[in-house]
């Protein structure tokens, strides 16, 4: 079984994919910790139509670990950062597009 380093597209998708979840989290612990996590805080936060904004703020971090990574010649960890970074562009756009959108019509 090959070892996973930190220079690996695989370790640089999961930090890519890992980071913005944990601003999120803190996003969660600093200002609604009233409201459980999984049900409670993303049916509050798409309700108020700012998950996609939020998503996007918590993303932002992973610029920073991308240059980060690039600064430190781990180029192939710094494309999976981009990769989990398009992902979550992804994401921002379906919720802005079907289901913040959709909230209008009900």
Not at 60 to 79: D, E, H, S, T
Request: aromatic share 20%.
């Amino acid at each position: 079984m090959k070892k996973l380093t930190l220079d690996s597209f695989t370790m640089g998708t999961l930090l890519g994919l890992l980071l913005p979840q944990f601003f999120i989290l803190l996003s969660w612990l600093y200002e609604f910790n009233f409201l459980s996590f999984i049900p409670g805080f993303y049916k509050f936060m798409i309700l108020r139509k700012v998950l996609s904004p939020l998503i996007s703020l918590c993303a932002f971090p992973n610029v920073a670990l991308m240059f980060l990574l690039i600064n430190r010649a781990y180029y192939k960890a710094g494309k999976g950062v981009i990769l989990a970074t398009i992902v979550y562009g992804f994401i921002i756009l379906y919720l802005k597009i079907w289901v913040e959108h959709t909230l209008f019509f009900d």
